[in-house]
Protein backbone atom coordinates (compact mmCIF):
# COMPACT_ATOMS: atom_id res chain seq x y z
CA UNK A 1 0.00 0.00 0.00
CA UNK A 2 0.70 3.85 -0.24
CA UNK A 3 1.77 4.96 2.45
CA UNK A 4 0.67 8.56 1.22
CA UNK A 5 -2.97 6.77 1.30
CA UNK A 6 -3.18 6.83 5.08
CA UNK A 7 -4.47 10.55 5.82
CA UNK A 8 -7.34 9.61 3.55
CA UNK A 9 -7.77 5.94 5.32
CA UNK A 10 -8.10 7.03 8.86
CA UNK A 11 -10.99 5.97 9.90
CA UNK A 12 -13.34 7.10 12.83
CA UNK A 13 -16.25 4.02 13.39
CA UNK A 14 -18.98 4.81 15.92
CA UNK A 15 -22.41 3.27 15.78
CA UNK A 16 -25.38 5.03 16.82
CA UNK A 17 -28.92 3.72 17.24
CA UNK A 18 -31.23 5.73 15.76
CA UNK A 19 -34.54 4.46 16.58
CA UNK A 20 -36.28 0.99 16.70
CA UNK A 21 -39.67 0.45 15.34
CA UNK A 22 -41.23 -2.62 17.00
CA UNK A 23 -43.94 -4.38 15.21
CA UNK A 24 -45.73 -7.61 16.54
CA UNK A 25 -45.28 -9.77 13.46
CA UNK A 26 -42.85 -12.94 13.64
CA UNK A 27 -42.02 -12.48 9.93
CA UNK A 28 -39.28 -11.71 7.11
CA UNK A 29 -37.90 -8.48 8.24
CA UNK A 30 -36.31 -5.61 7.12
CA UNK A 31 -33.22 -3.31 8.24
CA UNK A 32 -32.09 -0.11 6.90
CA UNK A 33 -28.79 1.30 7.18
CA UNK A 34 -27.56 4.89 7.09
CA UNK A 35 -23.93 5.44 6.96
CA UNK A 36 -22.38 9.11 7.33
CA UNK A 37 -18.41 9.92 7.20
CA UNK A 38 -16.90 13.13 9.25
CA UNK A 39 -18.18 15.51 7.66
CA UNK A 40 -22.25 14.08 8.14
CA UNK A 41 -21.96 13.14 4.41
CA UNK A 42 -23.88 10.22 3.22
CA UNK A 43 -21.56 7.28 2.13
CA UNK A 44 -22.51 5.82 -1.01
CA UNK A 45 -21.08 2.22 -2.41
CA UNK A 46 -20.87 1.19 1.33
CA UNK A 47 -21.00 -2.62 1.39
CA UNK A 48 -23.79 -3.67 4.22
CA UNK A 49 -23.69 -7.56 4.96
CA UNK A 50 -25.54 -9.29 7.56
CA UNK A 51 -23.63 -12.64 8.39
CA UNK A 52 -26.36 -15.15 10.41
CA UNK A 53 -25.02 -18.02 12.75
CA UNK A 54 -28.00 -20.31 11.49
CA UNK A 55 -27.92 -21.91 7.94
CA UNK A 56 -28.14 -19.67 4.93
CA UNK A 57 -29.67 -20.86 1.44
CA UNK A 58 -27.63 -21.29 -1.21
CA UNK A 59 -26.95 -18.37 -3.58
CA UNK A 60 -29.24 -16.26 -5.16
CA UNK A 61 -30.21 -15.81 -9.10
CA UNK A 62 -29.76 -11.61 -8.77
CA UNK A 63 -28.50 -10.67 -11.76
CA UNK A 64 -25.17 -9.29 -11.59
CA UNK A 65 -23.82 -6.84 -13.99
CA UNK A 66 -20.44 -4.98 -14.18
CA UNK A 67 -21.37 -2.71 -17.40
CA UNK A 68 -19.30 -0.01 -19.41
CA UNK A 69 -20.93 3.08 -20.33
CA UNK A 70 -19.46 6.21 -21.47
CA UNK A 71 -15.91 5.03 -19.89
CA UNK A 72 -17.18 3.92 -16.98
CA UNK A 73 -17.99 0.99 -14.73
CA UNK A 74 -21.52 1.15 -13.17
CA UNK A 75 -21.72 0.00 -10.62
CA UNK A 76 -18.89 1.28 -8.99
CA UNK A 77 -19.05 -1.37 -6.50
CA UNK A 78 -20.93 -4.59 -6.91
CA UNK A 79 -21.27 -7.20 -4.10
CA UNK A 80 -22.32 -10.50 -5.48
CA UNK A 81 -22.67 -13.63 -3.35
CA UNK A 82 -20.02 -16.80 -3.43
CA UNK A 83 -20.70 -18.84 -6.12
CA UNK A 84 -22.51 -16.30 -8.35
CA UNK A 85 -21.57 -14.75 -12.08
CA UNK A 86 -21.46 -11.92 -13.48
CA UNK A 87 -21.77 -10.12 -16.82
CA UNK A 88 -19.38 -7.18 -18.18
CA UNK A 89 -21.61 -5.95 -21.44
CA UNK A 90 -20.22 -2.75 -23.09
CA UNK A 91 -22.80 -0.30 -23.82
CA UNK A 92 -20.14 1.80 -25.38
CA UNK A 93 -18.97 2.36 -29.43
CA UNK A 94 -15.39 1.73 -28.35
CA UNK A 95 -13.39 -1.51 -27.36
CA UNK A 96 -12.90 -2.26 -23.70
CA UNK A 97 -10.06 -4.31 -21.58
CA UNK A 98 -11.40 -5.71 -18.77
CA UNK A 99 -9.26 -6.80 -16.01
CA UNK A 100 -8.40 -7.85 -12.60
CA UNK A 101 -4.70 -8.70 -10.76
CA UNK A 102 -6.75 -9.54 -7.86
CA UNK A 103 -5.96 -12.79 -5.87
CA UNK A 104 -9.40 -13.66 -5.01
CA UNK A 105 -10.23 -13.87 -8.99
CA UNK A 106 -7.63 -13.08 -11.72
CA UNK A 107 -9.37 -12.29 -15.63
CA UNK A 108 -8.94 -10.47 -18.49
CA UNK A 109 -11.74 -9.47 -20.70
CA UNK A 110 -11.43 -7.58 -24.18
CA UNK A 111 -15.24 -6.24 -24.53
CA UNK A 112 -15.54 -4.66 -28.14
CA UNK A 113 -19.12 -2.64 -28.92
CA UNK A 114 -22.29 -4.74 -27.97
CA UNK A 115 -19.98 -7.95 -26.77
CA UNK A 116 -20.99 -10.12 -24.69
CA UNK A 117 -18.44 -12.25 -22.71
CA UNK A 118 -19.76 -15.19 -20.89
CA UNK A 119 -20.17 -14.74 -17.44
CA UNK A 120 -17.58 -15.21 -14.61
CA UNK A 121 -18.09 -16.86 -11.63
CA UNK A 122 -16.49 -15.85 -8.19
CA UNK A 123 -16.60 -19.04 -5.99
CA UNK A 124 -13.67 -16.88 -3.85
CA UNK A 125 -14.94 -14.28 -0.90
CA UNK A 126 -13.26 -11.20 -1.27
CA UNK A 127 -12.29 -7.99 -2.75
CA UNK A 128 -11.79 -7.55 -6.38
CA UNK A 129 -10.44 -4.42 -7.82
CA UNK A 130 -11.03 -4.01 -11.83
CA UNK A 131 -9.94 -1.90 -14.17
CA UNK A 132 -9.54 -1.26 -18.00
CA UNK A 133 -6.28 -1.55 -19.37
CA UNK A 134 -7.29 0.96 -22.44
CA UNK A 135 -8.76 3.24 -19.68
CA UNK A 136 -6.56 3.93 -16.39
CA UNK A 137 -9.41 5.75 -14.61
CA UNK A 138 -11.76 3.31 -15.05
CA UNK A 139 -12.17 1.51 -11.57
CA UNK A 140 -14.72 -0.78 -9.90
CA UNK A 141 -14.86 -3.18 -7.14
CA UNK A 142 -16.53 -6.60 -6.93
CA UNK A 143 -17.08 -7.42 -3.52
CA UNK A 144 -17.56 -11.17 -3.06
CA UNK A 145 -19.52 -12.22 0.49
CA UNK A 146 -20.11 -15.14 1.77
CA UNK A 147 -23.76 -14.49 2.81
CA UNK A 148 -26.98 -13.57 0.86
CA UNK A 149 -28.05 -10.31 2.98
CA UNK A 150 -25.85 -7.57 1.86
CA UNK A 151 -26.41 -4.44 0.00
CA UNK A 152 -24.64 -1.03 -0.64
CA UNK A 153 -25.74 1.85 0.35
CA UNK A 154 -27.21 4.29 -2.17
CA UNK A 155 -26.54 8.34 -2.31
CA UNK A 156 -28.61 8.82 0.98
CA UNK A 157 -25.90 6.49 2.61
CA UNK A 158 -28.90 4.28 3.22
CA UNK A 159 -29.20 0.49 2.87
CA UNK A 160 -32.24 -2.12 3.50
CA UNK A 161 -31.70 -5.19 3.90
CA UNK A 162 -34.46 -8.15 4.06
CA UNK A 163 -33.98 -11.12 6.35
CA UNK A 164 -35.74 -14.25 6.56
CA UNK A 165 -36.32 -13.92 10.63
CA UNK A 166 -35.66 -12.64 13.66
CA UNK A 167 -31.82 -13.70 15.38
CA UNK A 168 -28.53 -12.65 15.91
CA UNK A 169 -26.51 -11.23 12.65
CA UNK A 170 -23.06 -10.41 12.43
CA UNK A 171 -22.64 -7.00 10.53
CA UNK A 172 -19.62 -6.14 8.16
CA UNK A 173 -19.24 -3.14 6.88
CA UNK A 174 -16.67 -1.97 3.94
CA UNK A 175 -15.83 0.93 1.35
CA UNK A 176 -13.10 1.33 -1.08
CA UNK A 177 -11.82 3.99 1.07
CA UNK A 178 -11.03 1.96 3.46
CA UNK A 179 -7.79 0.77 4.38
CA UNK A 180 -7.46 -3.14 5.02
CA UNK A 181 -6.44 -3.03 8.51
CA UNK A 182 -9.50 -0.99 9.07
CA UNK A 183 -11.70 -3.45 7.21
CA UNK A 184 -10.39 -6.15 9.86
CA UNK A 185 -11.34 -3.43 12.60
CA UNK A 186 -14.84 -3.03 11.09
CA UNK A 187 -15.57 -6.61 10.66
CA UNK A 188 -14.87 -7.68 14.03
CA UNK A 189 -15.29 -4.08 15.93
CA UNK A 190 -19.29 -4.22 15.08
CA UNK A 191 -20.98 -5.68 17.21
CA UNK A 192 -24.72 -8.05 16.51
CA UNK A 193 -27.28 -6.24 15.50
CA UNK A 194 -30.14 -8.55 17.46
CA UNK A 195 -33.29 -8.58 15.11
CA UNK A 196 -36.94 -9.38 17.02
CA UNK A 197 -40.47 -10.61 15.56
CA UNK A 198 -40.71 -9.22 12.68
CA UNK A 199 -38.71 -5.79 13.98
CA UNK A 200 -37.64 -2.66 11.50
CA UNK A 201 -34.39 -1.49 12.92
CA UNK A 202 -32.86 1.90 11.57
CA UNK A 203 -29.27 2.18 12.72
CA UNK A 204 -27.10 5.30 11.53
CA UNK A 205 -23.11 4.16 11.34
CA UNK A 206 -20.98 6.81 11.80
CA UNK A 207 -18.32 6.25 9.79
CA UNK A 208 -15.82 8.71 9.16
CA UNK A 209 -13.38 8.57 6.26
CA UNK A 210 -11.51 11.39 5.73
CA UNK A 211 -11.88 13.33 2.27
CA UNK A 212 -9.48 13.38 -0.57
CA UNK A 213 -9.20 13.63 -4.50
CA UNK A 214 -11.45 10.35 -4.77
CA UNK A 215 -10.54 9.53 -8.27
CA UNK A 216 -6.41 9.98 -8.11
CA UNK A 217 -6.60 8.11 -4.82
CA UNK A 218 -8.84 5.15 -6.40
CA UNK A 219 -6.17 4.96 -9.36
CA UNK A 220 -3.49 4.74 -7.05
CA UNK A 221 -5.27 2.15 -5.05
CA UNK A 222 -5.45 0.06 -7.95
CA UNK A 223 -2.02 -0.08 -9.30
CA UNK A 224 -0.99 -1.87 -5.99
CA UNK A 225 -2.73 -4.80 -7.39
CU1 LIG B 1 -12.08 0.93 -21.18
Not at 6 to 19: E, H, K, Q, V
Not at 31 to 38: H, K, V
Not at 63 to 82: A, Y
Not at 109 to 127: C, M, V, Y
Request: glycine share 4%.
Amino acid sequence: MNTSRIPLSFIFLAITLLGIVETTHAAPISTSFTIFDAENTPVKDAVIQLISKNPTPPSTTRKNELSQKDKQFTPFVLPIQRGTSIVFPNYDDIQHHVYSFSGIKKFELKLSKDSKANPITFEKPGIVPVGCNIHDWMLAYIYVVDTPYFSTTNSNGSATLSLPSDGEYLIKIWHPRLPDENVNYTKEGITKIVAKDGTTKVIALNLTISTGSDADEDIDEFEDY
